[in-house]
């Protein structure tokens, strides 16, 4: 098992069996992990000091990924954290627009255990970066 020291991801997908899912495989791994089922409690999350790697469904009703990430740089919550959607679309929609360079990666459910852990592993190493121009080039 890797140890990764406090890494801190949160899962952000209205699917209770997703959220279980990835929660283990990553608990398993060394990661924190807290787990919400909607963008609101995101925000909340955010609010209270979280940082690290959020794994953000785009497909949720009221408030879907794009809305939240939207929601995160209104409130000036986008530092100390990477973001990448976890999508069952093949495809991103045309409500990325203009916020495409917020989305460190796109992880396409169904995904493999392995690849989640060395995925998540390799945006940890950007989570505390000052620069995150980095990030998207």
Same mark, same amino acid.
């Given at each position: 098992?890797t140890?990764?020291?406090?890494?801190?991801?949160?899962?952000?997908?209205d699917?209770?069996?997703?959220?279980?899912?990835?929660?283990?495989v990553?608990?398993?791994a $060394?990661?924190?992990?807290?787990?919400?089922?909607?963008?609101?409690?995101?925000?909340?999350?955010?609010?209270?000091?979280?940082? $690290?790697?959020?794994?953000?469904?785009?497909?949720?009703?009221?408030?879907d990924?794009?809305?939240?990430?939207?929601?995160?740089?209104?409130? $000036?919550?986008?530092?100390?954290?990477?973001?990448s959607?976890?999508?069952?679309?093949?495809?991103?929609?045309?409500?990325?627009? $203009?916020?495409?360079?917020?989305?460190?990666?796109?992880?396409?459910?169904?995904?493999?255990?392995?690849?989640?852990?060395r995925?998540?592993?390799?945006?940890?190493?950007?989570?505390?970066?000052?620069?995150?121009s980095?990030?998207y080039?």
């Open positions: 098992m140890n990764n020291s406090g890494g801190r991801v949160m899962i952000v997908d699917d209770a069996n997703v959220r279980f899912t990835v929660k283990v990553l608990k398993d $060394g990661f924190e992990v807290i787990s919400v089922e909607n963008g609101i409690k995101c925000l909340e999350c955010l609010k209270k000091g979280f940082s $690290g790697v959020i794994l953000l469904d785009i497909m949720m009703p009221e408030m990924g794009w809305d939240t990430i939207q929601a995160i740089l209104d409130n $000036g919550l986008e530092n100390g954290i990477v973001i959607m976890l999508t069952a679309k093949d495809k991103p929609d045309n409500k990325m627009i $203009g916020l495409q360079e917020h989305v460190f990666d796109y992880l396409t459910k169904p995904f493999e255990s392995e690849d989640l852990i995925r998540v592993t390799y945006y940890m190493s950007f989570v505390n970066q000052n620069d995150k980095k990030l080039s």
